[in-house]
């Protein structure tokens, strides 16, 4: 990048500006994470739009890391977001407006360049396929009061001891926590506002039999769930999914991981919507869930490990998890049909052989062929058609 090009990222860019963090704390964006050094004061050259920020303070060693503190930002052009380090409760603070107007003219004047390391660029396609759905409406909706995201203020999930290796290991890191230690009364609305997604359905006046045909399908849930906590918005859906995922992944929230599995619990086991009502719906859930696995399965990291390449549960990725047996059951479920859309069987396969390839699953086979792919003259195959959506018509191919 030439002289130029940068200085004009350097002026039309946000800035994070962090004031006083101690050596080794681990500070990261998006995808991105740096080790702060004695002269780090900030990420510039920051694309507008929604970000996540998000910290791990550390041992005087560098050896040890508390939980993850996280927020998002969504920052405008040339815009300054100012935080302070507090040293008694390891966290970044807000600073006056009198104090962030100072020291957002300083970095305008390019006071601080050379104390701010620049947003790796070449990363950003990779963060807006995470974040795409995610809105400032959508951050609004569902973030906790106040912003801040940290298992801290989850630890009513763990009653009654932690469960899994996950667990284990955040409450470990909450029990050595000087943050954790001074937040013993949290504030009651330190919760997300998440979508209340219910694991079996009850209504009066239905038949043994039709309760269990709408717990089979949730197709029905998926339909009243949009209609009433979605306002018929699809990509209010997917955002919340995407939300939550990034408040798991580099969050650290325990809460947010659960929502995110009641999210693909529901979608993964719908039968009738995906080939039916909501096709273009589930072509875009392949495509988001496609880009989160893609990047959470990384083998390598981009820097420090922290977060879910810290403290990944191995259980969810074994070949009996939740995310392994919904699959399967998908998968079969493709085989089966007769017609599916051109685009969402595209991503179907792409979304399967990840799976195969990353993790090494195998899902049953119900054809002489590798998986949904079929022989030309299989007269079991599904029809494959093509969505006009301008005349929202099919086209068959």
């Not at 702060?36 to 507008?48: A, C, D, E, L, Y």
């Not at 041992?59 to 503190?69: A, C, M, N, W």
């Not at 300083?106 to 990363?123: I, M």
């Not at 400032?136 to 999930?157: H, L, N, Q």
Request: hydrophobic fraction near 40%; aromatic fraction near 12%; include cysteine.
């Amino acid at each position: 990048m030439d002289s130029e090009k940068a200085l004009e990222l350097v002026k039309h860019g946000a800035t994070l500006l962090f004031l006083d963090v101690p050596q080794h704390t681990l500070v990261g964006i998006d995808t991105q994470i740096f080790a702060v050094g004695p002269s780090f004061k900030g990420i510039k050259m920051i694309p507008p739009g929604i970000h996540f920020v998000f910290y791990s303070s550390s041992t005087r060693d560098g050896k040890e890391f508390s939980p993850t503190i996280g927020f998002f930002v969504d920052v405008g052009l040339s815009q300054v977001i100012v935080r302070k380090w507090n040293q008694q409760d390891e966290w970044l603070a807000k600073v006056t407006e009198e104090e962030e107007e100072r020291y957002s003219q300083a970095v305008r004047s390019l006071e601080f360049d050379k104390h701010l390391g620049p947003y790796n660029l070449s990363q950003y396609g990779e963060w807006k396929h995470l974040s795409n759905y995610i809105t400032k409406d959508v951050v609004e909706k569902f973030e906790p009061v106040g912003g801040e995201i940290t298992v801290t203020y989850e630890s009513a999930i763990l009653k009654g001891g932690p469960k899994t290796a996950m667990e284990r290991a955040l409450d470990a890191q909450m029990k050595k926590s000087k943050f954790a230690a001074s937040s013993t009364e949290q504030p009651k609305g330190n919760r997300f506002y998440y979508t209340t997604i219910p694991r079996i359905i009850k209504h009066k006046g239905m038949s043994g039999q039709e309760l269990t045909s709408m717990n089979l399908d949730k197709t029905q849930l998926l339909e009243s769930l949009l209609s009433k906590e979605y306002k018929d918005s699809e990509d209010l859906l997917l955002g919340e999914l995407q939300f939550s995922f990034v408040a798991f992944l580099m969050g650290q929230s325990l809460e947010s991981f659960m929502q995110w599995k009641s999210l693909v619990t529901l979608l993964l086991g719908c039968i009738d919507a995906p080939f039916h009502t909501r096709s273009q719906l589930f072509t875009n859930f392949m495509k988001v869930i496609y880009h989160q696995l893609k990047y959470g399965l990384q083998k390598e990291s981009n820097g420090p490990e922290m977060g879910i390449h810290a403290l990944l549960d191995d259980s969810w990725l074994a070949s009996d998890s939740f995310l392994h047996l919904l699959c399967k059951d998908f998968f079969a479920l493709v085989e089966e049909t007769s017609v599916v859309d051109g685009d969402l069987l595209s991503w179907i396969r792409k979304f399967k052989e990840l799976l195969e390839n990353r993790l090494g699953w195998e899902f049953q086979k119900k054809s002489a062929t590798d998986g949904i792919y079929f022989e030309e003259d299989d007269e079991y195959a599904p029809v494959v058609e093509m969505l006009d959506e301008s005349h929202g018509e099919y086209m068959s191919t």
